[in-house]
């Protein structure tokens, strides 16, 4: 981190930010084109030297894995939690529902590869109902796995990646529009953030990659993930700018690599927990943007969480998807393995209490 704020308010002006990153990541950070609209002059592979960045400090360790279990999934994609703490993990051409100790319950059998869900939580007006990206558009299915609605598709373009639930609106994340569409609980599409220059709620998201994800926040404004400036904003409905935080760098405090972090989760107490591709850490950071500690690093999900080999041309990443729970633990899907993790704060931590939202 460096001495400034890490949360600039919006008066600051909606501007990407080019941040670098330590060492390598700095010159990959400098080559790549934020705005997407003239390429890269980076090569198609390219492999990240960053050994010396894989070892996380026991200290900072912050939590520990209370479970472990396989989805049985052959293309892992999302994971969301449900009520009484189900967990839904999203992949293949299905949505397989798990209990709080990986029990298998139940399976929602879709008609094509699902990008993202969310599952609305019990006090929301349609609790339970499971909203699922596929491809351009959104699925709507009922807690026991009825379907309930097809949503028409959001453009030619779009890749939907996140999904995040409000009271009354519904939030799509699009990579391939760069854009976040706002929708009704009915899908009737109420307007956008970013994705075109020009007019109201315009924002420059950098999308260098199909990572592109949204979560609301008990604050009551959405937070969307810019990953190529390697930062987190938040914005009103309307898509007006409020704050952002997040820097680019291989330490630990920073986002490494060209797009991160790939995604966000929040804990009740409202703050973040956030995962990295290709170095995989999974982080935790308070409300307003400071790191705090860390949930997982490259060693909890194998060699291949470490080695960072990115390809720009065909997008193959090192990744995982996160989650929390009603009791403040963090579930984590690895999209390599399909293996789903579990983890809790260490006795003593410190963080058990605001876990739960009750510091």
């Avoid at 959104?138 to 995040?164: N, R, Y």
């Avoid at 569409?181 to 953030?193: F, K, N, Q, T, W």
């Avoid at 995962?275 to 490259?298: C, H, M, N, T, W």
Wanted: hydrophobic fraction near 45%; charged fraction near 20%.
């Amino acid at each position: 981190m460096t001495n400034q704020p890490a949360v600039r308010p919006a008066g600051l002006g909606v501007i990407v930010v080019v941040a670098t990153a330590a060492l390598v990541a700095g010159l990959a950070v400098w080559l790549i084109d934020r705005s997407g609209g003239s390429g890269h002059r980076l090569p198609e592979k390219f492999v990240y030297q960053i050994d010396k960045y894989k070892q996380i400090d026991p200290g900072l360790l912050a939590y520990e894995e209370v479970f472990c279990f396989d989805s049985g999934l052959k293309d892992a994609s999302a994971v969301a939690i449900g009520l009484e703490d189900r967990i839904f993990a999203a992949g293949d051409r299905s949505i397989r529902i798990f209990d709080s100790r990986g029990g298998r319950l139940a399976a929602i059998e879709l008609a094509a590869r699902p990008s993202c869900l969310a599952v609305a939580p019990a006090d929301h007006p349609q609790a339970g109902r499971v909203f699922v990206g596929l491809g351009d558009q959104i699925g709507v299915f009922s807690g026991e796995g009825q379907p309930l609605a097809s949503w028409p598709p959001l453009g030619e373009k779009a890749i939907l990646t996140s999904i995040a639930l409000a009271e009354a609106d519904v939030f799509a994340a699009d990579a391939g529009q760069a854009r976040v569409h706002r929708l009704s609980l009915e899908g009737d599409v109420l307007g956008a953030i970013g994705g075109q220059r020009g007019g109201r709620g315009w924002a420059p998201f950098a999308v260098p990659s199909p990572f592109f994800d949204v979560a609301m926040h008990p604050d009551g404004w959405l937070r969307v993930v810019n990953p190529g400036a390697l930062r987190v904003e938040a914005y009103s409905f309307e898509g007006n700018l409020q704050l952002f935080w997040g820097e680019g760098g291989a330490r630990i405090d920073g986002f490494f690599g060209c797009c991160n972090p790939a995604n966000i989760a929040v804990l009740p107490d409202g703050r973040f927990v956030t995962a990295e591709k290709g170095l995989v850490r999974v982080k935790i950071y308070s409300a307003d943007g400071q790191f705090e500690s860390v949930v997982a690093g490259p060693e909890t999900f194998g060699a291949a969480a470490g080695a960072v080999n990115e390809s720009l041309s065909d997008h193959e990443y090192t990744a995982v998807d996160v989650a929390v729970d009603g009791k403040g633990r963090v579930v984590v899907l690895d999209l390599t393995t399909a293996k789903i993790h579990g983890f809790q704060t260490k006795a003593g931590s410190g963080e058990s209490e605001a876990a739960d939202g009750s510091r």
